[in-house]
C-alpha cells in the first residue's frame, strides 16, 4: 500500500500562541517499503504518527493511503479504516491489563471478526518467540516480551500499513536489538508499508529508507 | 371448664345451703374501679358483718362498671336464681353523669324495686348525689328522687353511701369519681352502720 | 509542603477535581433535601401534635392544684413561661329550648397556645385572638347543640347560675380534652366567670389544666420530668405534645422512627457515593504517588497529600450543594404542595449542613481508609516496568474497616435519635455488605465460566469482569448496596401505610350506641331497620374481673406503707380496673392474628376443659401475657376459666370497638352484658334523626357522634401516609442520582479500555455492546441481589422497629432493578458514544 503526503499541516494552540509543528510536509512512500522517520524530541514525529494512524487530524493538506484521503473522514470512517489498514505498536507497549498474551493478540482478530483467532493468535505469538508464554499477564512479562506481544497484536491482523513509536525505547540495547530483529524479520516477510518513528540513527540505519523531521518538514537522508 | 350457664346453677345451687346472702346491685363504685376485689366495699361490708357477729351473711358483689338502672330488673332476674335474702341497690350513678333524665331514672330503679319484692327480696336502697357541678336543678332533682323512692316503697334508704369521700381527693384515685382503698373502707363502714341494726 | 503538594495536583487534574465535586455534591444534596424534608415534616409533625394539646406541656389533675403545688411548679418552669388555665367539667345545660348534658371548657385569654377553632362566622380563633366570649356574657357552642337542641346564635343558654348568650358555633376544633371527649358537645366559656356560676365547690368533678407555651430552647421531655419531680401526687399528669395522645402517638413514634430510618439511609447513600467516588480517585492517584515516593515523601506524607486532596474537594463540593438547597428545595416544595395535603417549607437547617460539612470533609477519606493505607504497600519499583498501579494489592488488613465502622454508628445513631434504630440499622448494614460480597464474589467468578460466546465483545465483556474481579465486586456491592437502601423505604413504606389505611368511609363508625340491655336488642334493631341502617357491628359487653393468670393473683392489692412508686400505682389501677369481655364466632376484618390460631367454633363443654380466648396483642405485651396462659375470670360472681390461644391485633384506623380480651361462643351467651352498636357513616341529617328517635324510644343508651373525631383523625392518617410516600419517593430519587454518579465514575475508569478497543478496530457498536453488556450482567445481578435483600433488611427493620405486619411488594423492588438496569445501560451507552466522538489519542494520553 502506498502513502502520500500532501502539503500536511499542523500547529497546537498554547494559550495565545499557535505553534505550527508539521509545516507542510510531503512524502511518498511505496508499498512495502521500511521507512525510519528520526529527528529530535519535539521535532513533531509522535504528531506525525498520530496523523498518519488517524488518531489526529491535521489542520490543511492530504494524508492519501492508496488514494484515500484520511483528512476529511469523519472519526467513525478512520476508526473503520484504521481497523482495516493501519496497526501501531507504541512504546508504552499499552497492552490490556486483565487479559493474557494469547488474549491480547486474539482480541484484535476478534475485533476485526477474523477466523481462528487462537490459532492465529499463538502462531504469531510463536513467530514472536513467546509460544511459552501464551497465559500470561501482562503484570507477568518483562518489558521485551510485552513489546513482542504488542508486536503480534498489530502484525496478526495482518495491516497493510505498520506505525511504530520507538518500539524498543523501552528496553534495554540488548533486548531492544532482539525484539528489532524479530520485527524486521516480519514485516519484510510480510511486505508490510511500514513507518517506524525513532531517536535511534542505529535503528534508523536498518531501514530502506529513512527521513529526518526538521523544522516542521521531511528530509531524504 | 363448663359453659357459664351451667357453671352458674352449680354455683347458685351449692349457695342454697349457705344461710344468708346479700347481693350488691351496683355499678363501677359497687364492682371497685381501680381497686382490688378484696379491697371493694362489698368485700370489706361482709368482713365487718362477720366481725359484728353476723356470721350467717354472704355479701355477693354484682357490681357492673358503667351500667345503668336500665340493666336493674334484667340483673336481678339473673341473679336472684341464687335466691338472695337481700339486694343492697346502688345504681344511678352513670345515669346522672351521662345527663339521663331523672324520670326515667326513677322508673326503672322504681321496677328494680317492685320486682324485688314480688321476688320477696328484701331491698336497701343506696342513695347518690351527682356533684355540684351539674347544676343545682340536676342534683336537687337526682337526690329527691332516691328520696322520694325510699317513702314509696318504705324501703331501708342510706341517703349517700359516698358520705365523706365523695369529692374528696384523699379518699379518690386520680380520676376524681371513684373511691380508693381508703374511700372504699369509709363506704363499707356507711352502710354497715345502717345495716348492721336492719339485718 | 503537603498543602502545596495537594494544591499543585489539584490544580493540575482540574478536570477531574470537577468530576469528582460534581458527583459528590450530587450525593450531598440528595442527603441535604432528604434531611430538609425530614426536619420539615417532623416540624409539622410536632406542630400537628402541639396543636392538640394546645400547648407545649400542660400540667392536669382532676382536683384543685394546692398553692404549694402551684409554688413548686413555678419554681421549676423556666422564666418566660406563658401560661393559661383552663377547667373542662360536664354540666346540664338548660335553656328554653331544652337541656343536654354538655361539656364545659372554661378558657382564658391566652387559651390556644397553639392550634385554632373555626367558628361558624368565619372568624378562626388563634393565640392572641380577641374573644368574644371574655369580653360579654357570652358562650361559644359545638355546633351538636344546633341540631339537638335547636340553639343557635342569639339564643340564651343556662349554665347553674350563670346566664349566657350564644355569641357563635365552633365548627372546627381540633384541640383535645382532658375528659372523656366525645360524650357530650362543648361550650366554651370565660374561666373568670366560673365562680359566679357557682358549678365548682366541694364535691365537683372537673379536670384543671395548667396549659404552659415555654421559651423557645426548652426540652419539654426533662421538664416534664422535673415536674414530676416537683408534683409527685399520682392525681397530677403533664404531658407533652408526644405523650399526647394513644393511639395516633403511637403512629406518631412509627413515623418519627421511619423517618429518622430516612436520615440515616441518606446518610449511607451519600457516604456510599462519595467512597465510591474517593477511592476511585485514589486508583488514578497510585502513579504518581509511586513517583512522589522516588523523589523521597514518606508514605505517611503522601497519605496525608491525599487526605487533604479529599477534604479540599469535599469542602468544595458541598457549595454547588448548598445553592441547590437554596434554589431547587423552594422550587421542589412549591410543587409539592400541590397534590399533597402539606404545605412543607423544608429548609436546610445548619444541623444539616454541618454533618454534610463533615460527610464531604472527613466522611470521604474515612470510609476510604481501607484504600488509603493500600499506599503503604505501594511498590515504587513498578514505575522501571511500566506497570499499570492499582488499588488491589498488598495485604489485606481488617482494622481500617474499624474507623468507617464507627463513625457511621455514630452518625446513624445521632441521625435516627435513637440507639436502637441507629444500632439495628448499622448491624443489618454490615451484614448486608458481607452478603453482598459473597453474592457478588460468586458472580464475577460466574462471569469467568461463561464461555463460548461467538461475538467477542460479549466474551471479552464477561472476562474483564471476572479479571477485574476487585473492581467488578466494588461496584456490585456499591449498585446491590444502593438498590437496597433505594428499596428499604418504600417497603417499609407499604408496612406502615397498611396502618393508616382507611377501609372507605363506608366502614368507619359515625354513632357508637353503647349500655344497649340486653332486653332493648330486639328493639334497637327495629329502629335500625327502620331507618335502613345496618350496623356495622354489635358487640356484646361482659364485665369480668381478672382473678388469676397461671394459678398467679393478678390483681394488685395496696401494701401497708401505698404504692411505692407512681408507674406501681398506675400498673395497679390498670388491673384493678376489671375487663370488658366480648364474644364473637371470629375476628372482623380490622382485626387479624398475630400469634396462634383462630377460634374453633361453639365452646364444648365435653372436650374442651378451658375456653378459648383470644387477646389483643398489645394488651398482653402489657400484662405479660403469653400463648397459652390459663386465665380465671370473675364474671359477675361466677368464675370461668379460659385460655389464650391467639394474639390478635386491632387496626387503628378502623374505630372499631377494642376489646382487650374475646371469648369464644357458646360460654358467656347467658351471662348480664350490655350491647355496643356501631353505625357506619351516615349523612348529617340521618345521624341527628337517629339520635333523637334513639333518645326517645330508650333514654338509657347513649349515642356518641364520632364524625368530628373521625375526621380529625383520618386527616392526620392522610398526612402519614403521605409523609411516608413523600419520603419514600424521595430516598428513590436520591438513591438512583447517587447510583448515576456511581456508574458515570466506574465508567470514566473504562475510557482507556474502550479507547485501546476502538484503536484496535473495534466499531462503535462493538464498543458499546462491550460495555453495555459488562453492565448490563453486573447492575442486573446487583440489583436483583441488593433488592432481595432489602426485602429481607425491610422485613426485620419492620419487626423490631415497627411492628406492623409486612406488606411484601413484588413490583416494587422488581421495577427498581429494572430502573437501575436501564440506567447503568444508559450511562454506559452514553459513555461509549463519548469515547467514539472524542480522539482517541487524547483519552490514551490522559491516563493509563
New interface residues.
Given amino acids: 500500500m502506498s502513502l502520500v503526503l500532501n502539503q500536511v499541516r499542523k500547529g497546537f494552540h498554547q494559550g495565545e500562541t499557535e505553534i505550527q509543528v508539521l509545516k507542510g510536509l510531503n512524502a511518498s512512500i511505496e508499498p512495502g517499503q521500511v521507512v525510519a522517520i528520526v529527528g529530535q524530541s519535539g521535532s513533531g514525529k509522535s504528531t506525525l504518527l498520530?496523523l498518519l494512524?488517524g488518531?489526529?487530524?491535521a489542520d490543511s493538506g492530504e494524508i492519501l493511503v492508496d488514494s484515500v484521503n484520511l483528512v476529511p473522514l469523519s472519526?467513525?470512517e478512520i476508526?473503520?479504516f484504521?481497523?482495516?489498514n493501519i496497526a501501531?505498536v507504541f512504546q508504552?507497549?499499552?497492552l490490556?491489563?486483565?487479559?493474557t498474551a494469547l488474549?491480547n493478540v486474539m482480541?484484535?482478530l476478534?475485533?476485526?471478526?477474523m477466523e481462528n483467532?487462537r490459532e492465529r493468535a499463538e502462531e504469531a505469538l510463536r513467530e514472536l518467540g513467546l509460544g511459552h508464554r501464551l497465559n500470561h499477564f501482562?503484570?507477568q512479562l518483562s518489558?521485551g516480551e510485552?513489546q513482542r506481544v504488542a508486536i503480534a497484536?498489530a502484525l496478526v491482523?495482518k495491516p497493510k500499513i505498520l506505525l511504530a513509536d520507538e518500539p524498543s525505547g523501552?528496553l534495554d540495547i540488548h533486548t531492544g536489538d532482539m525484539v528489532m530483529d524479530v520485527f524486521f524479520d516480519i514485516v519484510r516477510k510480510h511486505k508490510i508499508t511500514t513507518i517506524l518513528v525513532t531517536h535511534s540513527e542505529a535503528l534508523a540505519k536498518r531501514c530502506e529508507r529513512v527521513l529526518r523531521l526538521e523544522e516542521g518538514q521531511l528530509r531524504e537522508i | 371448664m363448663r359453659p357459664f350457664l351451667f357453671c352458674i346453677i352449680l354455683l347458685f345451687s351449692s349457695f342454697t345451703f349457705a344461710q344468708k346472702k346479700l347481693i350488691v346491685l351496683g355499678d363501677s363504685l359497687t364492682e371497685g374501679y381501680g381497686v382490688a376485689k378484696e379491697a371493694a366495699y362489698p368485700a370489706l361490708l361482709e368482713k365487718k358483718l362477720h366481725e359484728a357477729g353476723k356470721k350467717e351473711w354472704t355479701v355477693i358483689n354484682s357490681g357492673v362498671s358503667g351500667s345503668t338502672t336500665a340493666s336493674a330488673v334484667t340483673r336481678m332476674k339473673w341473679l336472684f336464681k341464687s335466691k338472695p335474702d337481700a339486694v343492697l341497690l346502688v345504681l344511678g350513678a352513670n345515669d346522672g353523669l351521662r345527663g339521663l333524665k331523672i324520670e326515667d331514672s326513677q322508673k326503672h330503679l322504681a321496677a328494680a324495686i317492685e320486682y324485688a319484692n314480688s321476688q320477696k327480696v328484701r331491698v336497701i336502697l343506696g342513695g347518690l348525689y351527682m356533684p355540684p357541678n351539674y347544676g343545682a336543678d340536676y342534683t336537687g332533682q337526682f337526690k329527691k328522687m332516691y328520696e322520694a323512692l325510699a317513702k314509696k316503697y318504705k324501703v331501708t334508704f342510706i341517703p349517700f353511701i359516698l358520705e365523706k369521700v365523695g369529692g374528696n381527693p384523699k379518699y379518690n384515685l386520680a380520676d376524681g369519681i371513684h373511691p380508693n382503698e381508703e374511700g372504699h373502707k369509709i363506704i363499707a363502714e356507711n352502710i354497715f352502720q345502717v345495716l348492721k341494726g336492719a339485718l | 509542603m503537603l498543602w502545596r503538594l495537594a494544591f499543585r495536583e489539584l490544580l493540575r487534574s482540574w478536570r477531574f477535581g470537577l468530576f469528582f465535586i460534581f458527583n459528590l455534591s450530587l450525593g450531598l444534596a440528595g442527603f441535604v433535601s432528604l434531611q430538609a424534608f425530614n426536619t420539615a415534616l417532623e416540624d409539622q409533625l410536632r406542630a400537628n401534635a402541639k396543636s392538640i394539646l394546645s400547648a407545649d406541656l400542660a400540667v392536669s389533675a382532676r382536683r384543685e392544684i394546692t398553692d404549694e403545688e402551684q409554688k413548686k411548679m413555678q419554681a421549676v418552669l423556666p422564666s418566660g413561661t406563658d401560661q393559661s388555665k383552663i377547667y373542662e367539667f360536664f354540666a346540664m345545660l338548660s335553656s328554653a329550648k331544652g337541656s343536654r348534658l354538655i361539656l364545659i371548657k372554661a378558657i382564658d385569654k391566652s387559651y390556644p397556645f397553639y392550634g385554632e377553632l373555626e367558628m361558624k362566622s368565619g372568624q378562626i380563633i388563634r393565640y392572641g385572638t380577641p374573644k368574644e366570649i371574655l369580653s360579654s356574657p357570652t358562650a361559644w357552642i359545638y355546633p351538636e347543640l344546633k341540631s339537638q337542641l335547636g340553639l343557635d346564635v342569639g339564643d340564651e343558654i343556662k349554665l347553674g347560675n350563670l346566664k349566657l348568650k350564644v355569641a357563635d358555633l365552633i365548627e372546627k376544633d381540633a384541640t383535645q380534652t382532658f375528659r372523656a371527649a366525645t360524650l357530650a358537645p362543648r361550650v366554651f366559656i370565660n374561666r373568670e366567670l366560673l365562680p359566679q356560676s357557682g358549678l365548682l365547690q366541694f364535691g365537683s368533678t372537673f379536670s384543671l389544666a395548667y396549659l404552659l407555651k415555654l421559651p423557645p430552647g426548652v426540652e419539654e421531655g426533662a421538664l416534664r420530668e422535673k415536674l414530676y419531680q416537683a408534683l409527685p401526687d399520682p392525681q397530677i399528669t403533664i404531658e407533652t405534645p408526644s405523650s399526647a395522645g394513644e393511639d395516633s402517638g403511637r403512629q406518631l413514634g412509627y413515623l418519627s422512627d421511619y423517618l429518622g430510618l430516612v436520615a440515616i439511609i441518606a446518610l449511607f447513600m451519600s457516604a456510599l457515593g462519595a467512597a465510591y467516588i474517593y477511592r476511585l480517585f485514589l486508583s488514578t492517584r497510585m502513579k504518581e504517588i509511586a513517583i512522589l515516593r522516588t523523589l523521597g515523601l514518606q508514605s505517611g506524607q503522601a497519605v496525608g497529600v491525599y487526605i487533604l486532596q479529599a477534604s479540599m474537594l469535599g469542602l468544595l463540593a458541598t457549595v454547588p450543594t448548598l445553592f441547590f438547597s437554596y434554589l431547587v428545595l423552594p422550587l421542589l416544595s412549591q410543587l409539592l404542595a400541590s397534590f399533597t395535603p402539606f404545605d412543607l417549607h423544608p429548609q436546610v437547617n445548619l444541623e444539616a449542613f454541618l454533618v454534610c460539612l463533615v460527610m464531604a470533609v472527613f466522611g470521604s477519606f474515612v470510609v476510604s481508609l481501607p484504600f488509603l493505607v493500600k499506599i503503604f504497600d505501594l511498590k515504587a519499583a513498578k514505575l522501571f516496568?511500566?506497570?499499570?498501579f492499582s488499588v488491589n494489592e498488598g495485604a489485606r488488613r481488617w482494622w481500617p474497616y474499624l474507623p468507617p465502622l464507627v463513625l457511621f454508628y455514630f452518625l446513624s445513631v445521632y441521625q435516627a435519635h435513637s440507639w436502637m434504630t441507629g444500632s439495628l440499622f448499622v448491624a443489618s448494614m454490615v451484614g448486608v455488605i458481607l452478603m453482598l460480597l459473597v453474592i457478588g464474589y460468586f458472580t464475577v467468578k460466574l462471569a469467568g465460566v461463561l464461555k463460548g460466546f461467538r461475538l467477542?465483545f460479549l466474551?471479552?465483556s464477561f472476562?474483564?469482569l471476572s479479571?477485574?474481579a476487585g473492581a467488578s465486586l466494588a461496584i456490585f456491592v456499591a449498585l446491590g448496596l444502593g438498590a437496597l437502601l433505594i428499596n428499604i423505604l418504600p417497603q417499609l413504606k407499604n408496612s406502615l401505610q397498611a396502618e393508616f389505611q382507611v377501609e372507605g368511609r363506608s366502614k368507619i363508625p359515625s354513632l357508637f350506641m353503647f349500655d344497649i340491655q340486653d332486653e332493648q336488642l330486639p328493639g334497637v334493631e327495629k329502629v335500625l331497620e327502620k331507618n335502613h341502617v345496618k350496623p356495622l357491628g354489635l358487640s356484646p359487653l361482659v364485665r369480668a374481673r381478672i382473678l388469676k393468670v397461671n394459678g398467679q393473683d393478678y390483681e394488685r392489692k395496696i401494701e401497708a406503707q401505698g404504692f411505692k412508686t407512681r408507674e406501681e400505682e398506675r400498673e395497679a389501677r390498670f388491673r384493678n380496673r376489671g375487663v370488658n369481655l366480648s364474644y364473637r364466632h371470629d375476628l372482623s376484618s380490622s382485626e387479624n392474628i398475630t400469634e396462634g390460631r383462630p377460634f374453633s367454633g361453639e365452646f364444648k363443654p365435653e372436650q374442651q376443659k378451658y375456653a378459648e380466648l383470644s387477646v389483643e396483642y398489645r394488651f398482653a405485651e402489657r400484662m405479660g401475657f403469653q400463648l397459652g396462659d390459663v386465665l380465671v375470670f370473675d364474671v359477675q360472681g361466677v368464675e370461668v376459666e379460659g385460655q389464650i390461644i391467639n394474639l390478635r391485633k386491632v387496626k387503628w384506623t378502623s374505630f372499631q370497638p377494642n376489646f382487650f380480651i374475646l371469648v369464644q361462643r357458646g360460654v358467656l351467651d347467658e351471662a348480664p352484658k350490655t350491647f355496643i352498636a356501631a353505625i357506619p357513616f351516615l349523612p348529617e341529617e340521618k345521624r341527628f334523626l337517629l339520635q333523637n328517635e334513639m333518645a326517645q324510644e330508650f333514654s338509657n343508651i347513649s349515642v356518641v357522634d364520632v364524625v368530628r373525631t373521625v375526621d380529625e383523625v383520618l386527616k392526620t392518617a392522610e398526612k402519614m401516609s403521605w409523609s411516608l410516600e413523600l419520603m419514600a419517593g424521595l430516598a428513590l430519587l436520591t438513591g438512583y442520582i447517587v447510583l448515576f454518579s456511581i456508574v458515570r465514575s466506574q465508567i470514566k475508569l473504562r475510557r482507556w479500555?474502550l479507547n485501546?478497543?476502538?484503536?484496535?478496530?473495534?466499531?462503535?457498536g462493538?464498543v458499546a455492546s462491550f460495555i453495555l453488556a459488562e453492565f448490563a450482567f453486573l447492575s442486573f445481578l446487583a440489583a436483583l441481589a441488593g433488592a432481595l435483600l432489602s426485602v429481607l433488611v425491610s422485613f426485620s427493620l419492620n419487626a423490631f422497629l415497627f411492628e406492623s405486619d409486612f406488606k411484601l411488594s413484588w413490583a416494587q423492588p422488581l421495577v427498581s432493578v429494572f430502573i437501575i438496569t436501564c440506567l447503568s445501560l444508559l450511562i454506559s451507552f452514553l459513555a461509549s458514544l463519548d469515547i467514539?466522538?472524542e480522539?482517541?489519542?487524547s483519552i490514551?494520553r490522559e491516563e493509563?
Avoid: D
Fill in positions: 498520530s494512524a488518531l489526529e487530524r472519526e467513525q476508526t473503520l484504521r481497523a482495516q501501531i508504552q507497549y499499552h490490556i491489563a486483565h487479559l488474549e482480541l484484535s476478534e475485533i476485526l471478526k483467532p501482562p503484570s518489558g510485552c497484536r491482523v523501552n | 516496568s511500566e506497570e499499570k467477542w466474551k471479552f472476562l474483564s479479571r477485574r479500555e485501546m478497543l476502538k484503536i484496535l478496530g473495534a466499531s462503535w462493538e467514539v466522538k480522539s482517541a489519542l490514551l493509563k
